[in-house]
Structures are given as C-alpha cells and as structure tokens.
C-alpha cells in the first residue's frame, strides 16, 4: 500500500475513534451527585417503603417527584448506620436543614410538558418502562449535562447513535411519539409543549 494511503486510513481511523468516544466525553460535563443514596436499601428489605412513600401520584393529579428533606429527616435525625453516606447526609443536610440539591436524570427541557398522572394513573405503565431499573439501584452514576443544551444526557440516550438496547434509554420527543403512536394516540404539538 502507498504511504499515503496509509496516512489517509490512520487518519481515518483516527477521526471516527474521535467521533464515536472522544466527543461525547467532551460534549458532556459530569458532575456526582450531592449524596449516595441507595434504592435498593430503602425500597429493598432493609427499609422496605414502597416507591408511593416517597413518589406518590396524588387522586387531585399533583406528582410528589422528588422527596423533600420533610420525608428523610423523621428516620435520619440520628446517624443509623455507619456508612459514610449516610453520616455525609445527616451532618451536611438534615442537622444543617437544607435541601439536597439532586439532579435529576430524566428532566426535560421547560418548554415540553410532561404529567406522571397522566401515565401513571391513567396509561397504567411502569416505571421501569420509562426509568429502568432505578428504583432498585444501589449507587447513584455521575449526572451528565450537556454543554451546550445544557440537557441531561438521558434525553438523547448513552448512544451517540441514538440506537437503544433497552426501551428506557433516551426520552426525546420521538421517543414520546413513538410511545403514543403504538398506543393511537396521536398528540398536536400544544399537547406536549407550552
Ligand atoms: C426513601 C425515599 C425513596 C423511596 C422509597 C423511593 N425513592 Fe426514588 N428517589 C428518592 C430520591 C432521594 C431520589 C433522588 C436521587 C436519585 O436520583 O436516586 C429518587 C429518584 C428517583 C428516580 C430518578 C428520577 C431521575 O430521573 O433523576 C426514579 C426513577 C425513582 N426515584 C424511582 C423510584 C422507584 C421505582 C421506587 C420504588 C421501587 C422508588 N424510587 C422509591 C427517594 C426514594
Ligand atoms: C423509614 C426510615 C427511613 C426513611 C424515611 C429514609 N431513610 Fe435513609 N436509611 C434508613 C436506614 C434504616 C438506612 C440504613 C442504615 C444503615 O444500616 O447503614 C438508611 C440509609 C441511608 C443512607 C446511607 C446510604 C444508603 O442509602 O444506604 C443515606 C444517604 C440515606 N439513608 C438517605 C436518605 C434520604 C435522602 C432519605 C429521604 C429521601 C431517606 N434516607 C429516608 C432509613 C430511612
Ligand atoms: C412514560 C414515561 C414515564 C413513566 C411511566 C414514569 N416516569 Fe418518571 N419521569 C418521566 C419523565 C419524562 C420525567 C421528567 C419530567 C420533567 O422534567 O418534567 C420524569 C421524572 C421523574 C422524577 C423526577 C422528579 C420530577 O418530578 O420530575 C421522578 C422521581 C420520577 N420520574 C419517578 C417515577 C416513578 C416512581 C414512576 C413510577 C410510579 C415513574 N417516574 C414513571 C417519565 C416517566
Ligand atoms: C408526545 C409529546 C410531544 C409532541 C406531540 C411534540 N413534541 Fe416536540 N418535544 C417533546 C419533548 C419531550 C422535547 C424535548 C426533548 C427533545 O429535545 O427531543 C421536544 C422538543 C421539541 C423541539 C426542540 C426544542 C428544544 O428545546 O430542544 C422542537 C422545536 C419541538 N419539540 C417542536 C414540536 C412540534 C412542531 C410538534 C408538533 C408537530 C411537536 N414538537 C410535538 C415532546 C413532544
Ligand atoms: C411508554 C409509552 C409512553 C411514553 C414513552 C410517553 N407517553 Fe405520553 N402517554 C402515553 C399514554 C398511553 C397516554 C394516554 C393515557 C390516557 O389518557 O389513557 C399518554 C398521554 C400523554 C399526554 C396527555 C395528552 C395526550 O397527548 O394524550 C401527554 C401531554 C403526554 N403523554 C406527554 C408525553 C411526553 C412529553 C413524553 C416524553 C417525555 C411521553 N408522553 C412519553 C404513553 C407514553
């Protein structure tokens, strides 16, 4: 082969490596979320709650999303255990009384609208459908954002291809039409964003 053509394929090679592992490491800022909460040792036999005791739908429609430091503190006035997460909790949050500043992995951008009543209740599907297995997750990954959108990168997918090995992964607007479609439902534009 040429030496030319040699360079050409290395280059290549070089700029599809770039494409497919380096760009998305630096398209997306990481940061760790504030505490480590465990699922799986609240909704598991240790605490045993349901995933209503901190996430309920209520009958008016409201969603409880993401419980408040109210919902923690009743068990945690004290330390429990003797994991360092949990002693990182009750010293920097519940003792000092501030809120723990989660970030929240499916959060969509404020112009679309989406109501947990809606598929909770009405639709009846689970949340692994659109979540995965999260609520039995023992460890909390990194929080991806992305740099310019300033989105999480749960809405695109980990797939820079947008190709998904499992339903959950990416909740982009075609993913929610995908959805509504299967089921015949065909939503105007209005039904979704504000
Ligand atoms: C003791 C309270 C508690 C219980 C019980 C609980 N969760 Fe959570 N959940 C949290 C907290 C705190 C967060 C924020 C940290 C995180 O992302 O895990 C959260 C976050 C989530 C999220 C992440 C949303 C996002 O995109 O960031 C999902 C999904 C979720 N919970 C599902 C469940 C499911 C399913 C169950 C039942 C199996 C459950 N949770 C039970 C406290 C709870
Ligand atoms: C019904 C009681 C109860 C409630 C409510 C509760 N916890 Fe816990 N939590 C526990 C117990 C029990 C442990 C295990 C302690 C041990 O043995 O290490 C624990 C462990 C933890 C830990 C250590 C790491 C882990 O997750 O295992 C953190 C952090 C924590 N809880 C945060 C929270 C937060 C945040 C909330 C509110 C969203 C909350 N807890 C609500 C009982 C509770
Ligand atoms: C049809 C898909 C779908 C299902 C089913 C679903 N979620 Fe969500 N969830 C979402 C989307 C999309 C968001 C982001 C909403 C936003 O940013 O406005 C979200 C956000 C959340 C949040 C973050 C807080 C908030 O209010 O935005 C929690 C916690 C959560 N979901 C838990 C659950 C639990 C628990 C269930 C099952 C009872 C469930 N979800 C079922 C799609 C779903
Ligand atoms: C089933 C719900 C749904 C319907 C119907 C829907 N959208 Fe969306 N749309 C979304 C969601 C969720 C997002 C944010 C995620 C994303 O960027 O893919 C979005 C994003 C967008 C964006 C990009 C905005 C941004 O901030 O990135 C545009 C533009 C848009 N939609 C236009 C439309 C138009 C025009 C229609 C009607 C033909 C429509 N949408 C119908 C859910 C919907
Ligand atoms: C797994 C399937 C599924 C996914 C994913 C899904 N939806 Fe839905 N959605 C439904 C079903 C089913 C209903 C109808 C519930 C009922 O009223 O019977 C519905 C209803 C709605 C409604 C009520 C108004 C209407 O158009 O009928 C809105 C708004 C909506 N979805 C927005 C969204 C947005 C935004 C997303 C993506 C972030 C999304 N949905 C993802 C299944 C889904």
Not at 95 to 112: F, I, L, T
Not at 149 to 167: A, E, F, H, L, Q
Request: net charge negative; with cysteine.
């Amino acid at each position: 082969m040429q030496k030319g053509a040699l360079w050409f394929l290395s280059g290549f090679g070089l700029a599809l490596l770039i494409g497919w592992y380096a760009f998305p490491q630096l398209l997306y800022r990481s940061v760790d979320q504030p505490v480590q909460f465990s699922h799986a040792v609240h909704a598991g036999e240790a605490v045993g709650m349901t995933c209503d005791g901190c996430h309920a739908v209520s009958d008016d429609g409201r969603f409880a999303g993401i419980p408040t430091l109210e919902q923690c503190a009743g068990c945690h006035v004290d330390v429990l255990g003797a994991s360092e997460a949990e002693k990182y909790f009750v010293e920097e949050y519940v003792r000092q009384e501030r809120e723990v500043p989660w970030h929240v992995y499916a959060r969509q951008p404020d112009n679309a609208h989406f109501s947990h009543a809606d598929h909770v209740k009405v639709g009846e599907i689970a949340c692994e459908r659109c979540h995965g297995p999260h609520g039995t997750s023992e460890t909390l990954r990194p929080f991806e954002e992305n740099r310019i959108t300033g989105y999480s990168r749960d809405i695109w997918g980990v797939n820079i291809s947008g190709v998904k090995s499992n339903p959950w992964e990416g909740m982009k607007m075609d993913d929610c039409v995908a959805c509504h479609k299967e089921n015949n439902r065909r939503s105007a534009c209005l039904a979704c964003h504000k």
